[in-house]
């Protein structure tokens, strides 16, 4: 979907510092619990070193090889260390670049897309007045918003922090050798959003089932016993039963798709009441709506992200696929969307 309308979020301010943007400092808070190590990288590389070096230690000097203790230790201490040293990890670069957005103001550059992949897109800028190549670890909806300019935030070294027109969201870039155009699909905006809101659901799920599956297992094939096998199921069951419970402001998001395609979008004036971000980057928001017929309805946002939120405040306005019951709510050509519930007049 192209977007018809004025971009419902407003372009940084130049010369202010990205960090004194109220919605962009909450996104901070959030980036920083999501990726904390509460440890330097020295100091963490240092531990798991130490504990990869018991494990096989403990490995040779077992009486039986089939201990399971030290294979565990192994596979734990290994997979920590591949995670944070991984090119794509976020764990060091919320720690050495995300600071740059307390003292540096976004700055807008010319920009243009080599290579879009799903988790991950090549992007050219010219910063300087020098064209730099970075891989930038954006989603297709953010990245179609690249048309010819986004906004930097780059200090000396190769790491930087990417903005696109029509969100706050924050994606870290790295600088990397220049390559040759490729092709770039066109990507329908809502659309997408909608569809990767539904399928990171899907992925947790996913995680959660491969993760337990293997752990079952193991546990057979270590344990081979009816109640290993048991208390294996009954784990994952319980686990399965508390992430639904947590993350149920966000189930709905399942039905996004078919929301966003049931029907045509209708513009109104939006006041958003008081709201509280939480820990995975959305909030529970009530807006009171007001329709171009002057009637006034009332929508429930269960899991509203905080840029959507953000431009509701920039905006005044909000848009919906309905007038009652379940809707789509969000900006028609932009990835901004969450589901909502509007009560019957």
């Given at each position: ?12 301010r ?14 901070m ?8 190590s ?62 740059q ?23 050219e ?37 990417l ?20 092709e ?34 193991v546990?057979?094939?270590?344990w ?6 048991a ?29 966003v ?11 958003l ?51 009652e019951g ?5 900006f028609?050509?932009y ?7 509007i009560?019957?007049?």
């Open positions: 979907m192209t977007s018809t309308h004025d971009s419902p979020v407003a372009a940084p130049e010369g202010v510092v990205a960090a004194h943007d109220p919605t962009t400092s909450i996104l808070w959030v980036w920083h619990l999501r990726y904390r509460g440890a330097s990288t020295r100091a963490l590389t240092v531990v798991s070193s130490m504990l990869l070096l018991f494990a096989i230690a403990m490995f040779f000097l077992a009486e039986s090889t089939n201990t399971p203790l030290p294979i565990i230790l192994l596979v734990n201490n290994a997979l920590i260390l591949i995670g944070y040293w991984l090119p794509g990890s976020h764990y060091r670069w919320v720690r050495s670049t995300l600071q957005l307390t003292t540096h103001p976004w700055r807008a550059v010319s920009t243009r897309v080599l290579r879009a992949g799903r988790w991950s897109s090549v992007v800028v010219v910063d300087d007045g020098a064209p730099v190549v970075f891989r930038v670890w954006i989603d297709p909806a953010h990245r179609a918003m690249i048309t010819d300019t986004a906004y930097l935030i780059r200090e000396r070294g190769k790491r930087a922090v903005r696109v027109p029509g969100s706050r969201e924050m994606f870290p870039a790295r600088v990397r050798e220049p390559i040759s155009p490729g770039v699909p066109a990507v329908s905006v809502t659309e997408r959003w909608a569809g990767l809101a539904r399928d990171r659901l899907l992925w947790m799920a996913a995680q959660l089932v491969l993760v337990f599956g293997v752990i079952s297992l546990s057979a094939l270590i081979f016993s009816p109640y290993a096998i208390l294996a199921a009954g784990v994952f069951v319980c686990v399965l039963a508390v992430a639904a419970f947590v993350m149920r402001q966000r189930l709905a998001d399942f039905r996004l798709p078919a929301l395609a049931s029907g045509e979008w209708v513009r109104a004036a939006a006041a009441g008081n709201w509280t971000a939480r820990r995975d980057g959305t909030a529970t928001a009530v807006a009171t709506l007001r329709l171009d017929d002057g009637t006034v309805r009332v929508v429930t946002m269960p899991a509203a992200s905080v840029d959507l939120l953000g431009a509701v405040v920039d905006s005044g306005s909000l848009w919906v696929t309905g007038t379940t809707v789509a709510v969000g028609p050509g990835p901004l969307l969450a589901t909502g519930t009560a019957r007049p």
